[in-house]
């Protein structure tokens, strides 16, 4: 997960709770920047747990951080015996990433990284809230994301840009024009996920025409960022399409869920 989310900031936010731990990057979408929201239950990658928030009533961390650091730091320990991430606060705010390594010995090695934080005061926390699902237009699920690269890859060579649409009867394009050649990739029979409506009930498809695309032109690089630096391997992947406004991808992957808007250009 840090390896991706390495791929895809330069530098985010971590916030750690009593259960989860996210890893959030609000670029404004307002002035064509990217945002993540990426979520992970702490029970399923730590045997023990402990934190203390700001109070007992905001019992949070927020903290900003470089993930390649964080990424680093943790390849160090893919043959470890034990890691342990630390909150510490020696001369100035750090993560410290202690990995027992295997010995032949009877002692362990113990190779320690700290990794420079900043602590994010109370005051900016809502700055860093989950970013509200947009009123999408289409909802479809993603072709396989190795297929949908390789596609894209190409097309970079050729546009700055990329335009996704989609429509309710599964079928997705991915299109490229320019004044010299104009591309497009048609992937069908990709299904359309059901979404609850604002009173709870499926949202349905009546009264629409099922063959209608809403399509968004973006930017072809960040597209092609987020394909390369899945290492989350998805066992769900789909896209939200605002027409003209914004691309809205979730990726799910047992207890791991990443979102990543990319907006509109215009």
């Given at each position: 997960?840090?390896?991706?989310?390495?791929?895809?900031?330069?530098?985010?936010t971590?916030?750690?709770?009593v259960?989860?731990?996210?890893?959030?990057?609000?670029?404004?979408?307002?002035?064509?920047?990217?945002?993540?929201?990426?979520?992970?239950c702490?029970?399923?990658?730590?045997?023990?747990?402990?934190?203390?928030?700001?109070?007992?009533?905001?019992?949070?961390?927020?903290?900003?951080?470089?993930?390649?650091?964080?990424?680093?730091?943790?390849?160090?320990?893919?043959?470890?015996?034990?890691?342990?991430?630390?909150?510490?606060?020696?001369?100035?705010?750090?993560?410290?990433?202690?990995?027992?390594?295997?010995?032949f010995?009877?002692?362990?090695?113990?190779?320690?990284?700290d990794?420079?934080?900043?602590?994010?005061?109370?005051?900016?926390?809502?700055?860093?809230?989950?970013?509200?699902v947009?009123d999408?237009?289409?909802?479809?699920?993603?072709?396989?994301?190795?297929?949908?690269?390789?596609?894209?890859?190409?097309?970079?060579?050729?546009?700055?840009?990329?335009?996704?649409?989609?429509?309710?009867?599964?079928?997705?394009?991915?299109?490229?024009?320019?004044?010299?050649?104009?591309?497009?990739?048609?992937?069908?029979?990709?299904?359309?996920?059901?979404?609850?409506?604002?009173?709870?009930?499926?949202?349905?498809?009546?009264?629409?025409?099922?063959?209608?695309?809403?399509?968004?032109?973006?930017?072809?690089?960040?597209?092609?960022?987020?394909?390369?630096?899945?290492?989350?391997?998805?066992?769900?992947?789909?896209?939200?399409?605002?027409?003209?406004?914004?691309?809205?991808?979730?990726?799910?992957?047992?207890?791991?869920?990443?979102?990543?808007?990319?907006?509109?250009?215009?």
């Amino acid at each position: 997960v840090v390896n991706t989310i390495a791929k895809l900031a330069k530098s985010c936010t971590l916030r750690l709770t009593v259960s989860k731990l996210y890893f959030i990057l609000s670029d404004k979408v307002a002035n064509g920047g990217v945002s993540m929201w990426c979520e992970l239950c702490q029970g399923n990658v730590f045997d023990e747990f402990q934190m203390e928030g700001v109070a007992s009533e905001h019992n949070e961390i927020y903290l900003e951080l470089v993930p390649e650091n964080l990424s680093r730091a943790l390849k160090t320990a893919q043959s470890a015996k034990a890691v342990k991430i630390k909150l510490t606060n020696k001369h100035c705010p750090c993560l410290r990433v202690s990995v027992e390594l295997p010995s032949f010995s009877s002692s362990s090695r113990i190779v320690t990284h700290d990794i420079p934080v900043g602590v994010i005061p109370r005051r900016l926390w809502n700055d860093f809230r989950e970013p509200r699902v947009p009123d999408f237009d289409v909802s479809i699920y993603l072709p396989v994301l190795k297929t949908m690269k390789n596609v894209v890859e190409r097309m970079k060579n050729l546009s700055n840009s990329i335009v996704i649409e989609a429509n309710l009867s599964g079928e997705m394009n991915l299109k490229i024009e320019t004044d010299l050649v104009s591309v497009t990739t048609h992937f069908k029979d990709l299904g359309n996920p059901p979404w609850p409506s604002e009173d709870g009930c499926q949202s349905s498809a009546e009264g629409r025409d099922l063959e209608n695309m809403a399509e968004a032109r973006i930017d072809i690089k960040k597209l092609q960022q987020l394909l390369a630096g899945q290492q989350v391997n998805p066992t769900k992947a789909l896209c939200n399409i605002v027409s003209k406004r914004i691309v809205h991808f979730i990726l799910l992957h047992e207890d791991v869920s990443l979102q990543y808007f990319i907006p509109a250009l215009a």
